[in-house]
């Protein structure tokens, strides 16, 4: 069986912990950490086989563990995946926007080479990741039109220069278009779906974003429009929001849970 490490215990780290507790993923959870003790102690409460609460995160990467779990931040990432991947661990990132710097990701990637370990991106809160992949030499556009509530979009860096007014929206307005480079730094509570989509497909410059605020919408939606010699595809979710982070979807955390059952597990592998 795997052992698990983990670096961070909210919303996505709680449930990956319950999920290997209660049998779900077939591995072990032996070491976890987070920088809010509180929340590492709180989730060892919550858990039977109780695991070990590292001082500090060097010693979450040194820990003998086959693989750590990232669901923390993009500092986390930025500022411990490579050490993870030099103490010959493998490594599963949840904050995958910290991975559009590409000073960040050529460091994660050579890691991974230089220590012949693996790097996991789970699909998150889309889906049709692997289709995109397998289409991405033939990709001639790729749009993603994400539909939140303004009051999902607020605090958003872009509302710091943009003259727009969340307030006074009555209807699905169009708010933003632009790359998806620009507009991880612009939306950065959008950064992980639209880093997903630049990294299975033609890159960030040139994934297109559109951003909508609609005041009749509860829910986080991603539509993902691409084509090009392959033909072409769209792709709807409706993301509903985590009772206990509503910035994350339901969808990132389940998907997050299968991608490590299947990590874990001697399966029958199923789709791309
Ligand atoms: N890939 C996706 O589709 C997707 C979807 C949703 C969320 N995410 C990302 O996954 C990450 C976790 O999401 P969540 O909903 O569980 O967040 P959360 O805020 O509920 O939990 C994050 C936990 O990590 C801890 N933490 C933060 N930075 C840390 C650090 N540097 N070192 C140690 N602990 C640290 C916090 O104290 C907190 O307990 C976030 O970065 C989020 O943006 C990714």
Same mark, same amino acid.
Request: a neutral charge.
């Given at each position: 069986?795997?052992?698990?490490?983990?670096?961070?215990?909210?919303?996505?780290?709680?449930?990956?912990?319950?999920?290997?507790? !209660?049998?779900?993923?077939?591995?072990?959870?032996?070491?976890?950490?987070?920088?809010?003790?509180?929340? !590492?102690?709180?989730?060892?409460?919550?858990? &039977?086989?109780?695991?070990?609460?590292?001082?500090?995160?060097?010693? +979450?990467?040194?820990?003998?563990?086959?693989?750590?779990?990232?669901?923390?931040?993009?500092?986390?990432?930025?500022?411990?995946?490579?050490?993870? +991947?030099? @103490?010959? %661990?493998?490594?599963?990132?949840?904050?995958?926007?910290?991975?559009?710097?590409?000073?960040?990701?050529?460091?994660?990637?050579?890691? $991974?080479?230089?220590?012949?370990?693996?790097?996991?991106?789970?699909?998150?809160?889309?889906?049709?990741?692997?289709?995109?992949?397998?289409?991405?030499? =033939?990709?001639?556009?790729?749009?993603?039109?994400?539909?939140?509530?303004?009051?999902?979009?607020?605090?958003?860096?872009?509302?710091?220069?943009?003259?727009?007014?969340?307030?006074?929206? %009555? =209807?699905?307005?169009?708010?933003?278009?632009?790359?998806? &480079? =620009?507009?991880? %730094?612009?939306?950065?509570? @959008?950064? @992980?779906?639209?880093?997903?989509?630049?990294?299975?497909?033609?890159?960030?410059?040139?994934?297109?974003? %559109?951003?909508?605020?609609?005041?009749?919408?509860?829910? /986080?939606?991603?539509?993902?429009?691409?084509?090009?010699?392959?033909?072409?595809?769209?792709?709807?979710?409706? /993301?509903?929001?985590? =009772?206990? @982070?509503?910035?994350?979807?339901?969808?990132?955390?389940?998907?997050?849970?299968?991608?490590?059952?299947?990590? $874990?597990?001697?399966?029958?592998?199923?789709?791309?």
């Amino acid at each position: 069986m795997k052992r698990i490490g983990l670096l961070g215990c909210g919303a996505i780290g709680t449930e990956i912990a319950l999920a290997i507790d !209660s049998g779900k993923i077939s591995a072990k959870l032996t070491h976890i950490y987070d920088f809010s003790k509180n929340a !590492s102690a709180m989730l060892a409460n919550k858990l &039977q086989n109780k695991p070990q609460i590292t001082e500090n995160v060097s010693l +979450l990467a040194t820990a003998p563990v086959d693989l750590i779990v990232e669901a923390a931040s993009q500092d986390a990432v930025r500022d411990n995946a490579l050490s993870i +991947l030099q @103490n010959r %661990k493998d490594l599963m990132i949840m904050s995958v926007g910290a991975l559009v710097d590409e000073s960040i990701f050529d460091v994660i990637l050579d890691g $991974c080479m230089d220590f012949n370990k693996q790097v996991y991106l789970p699909s998150g809160a889309i889906i049709g990741l692997d289709g995109i992949r397998s289409v991405k030499d =033939e990709i001639e556009s790729v749009i993603l039109v994400t539909t939140k509530n303004p009051k999902a979009l607020k605090g958003a860096i872009f509302f710091e220069t943009s003259k727009i007014d969340l307030d006074s929206i %009555k =209807e699905a307005t169009t708010i933003y278009e632009g790359s998806a &480079q =620009e507009a991880v %730094k612009l939306f950065p509570a @959008n950064v @992980n779906v639209a880093a997903l989509l630049s990294l299975a497909g033609i890159g960030s410059q040139k994934t297109r974003v %559109k951003i909508i605020a609609d005041p009749s919408t509860d829910k /986080n939606i991603h539509e993902i429009q691409t084509q090009g010699k392959f033909g072409r595809f769209s792709i709807k979710v409706e /993301n509903i929001p985590s =009772e206990s @982070n509503p910035k994350t979807s339901r969808l990132a955390i389940l998907s997050a849970i299968e991608c490590l059952r299947k990590i $874990c597990g001697s399966d029958i592998q199923l789709g791309t």
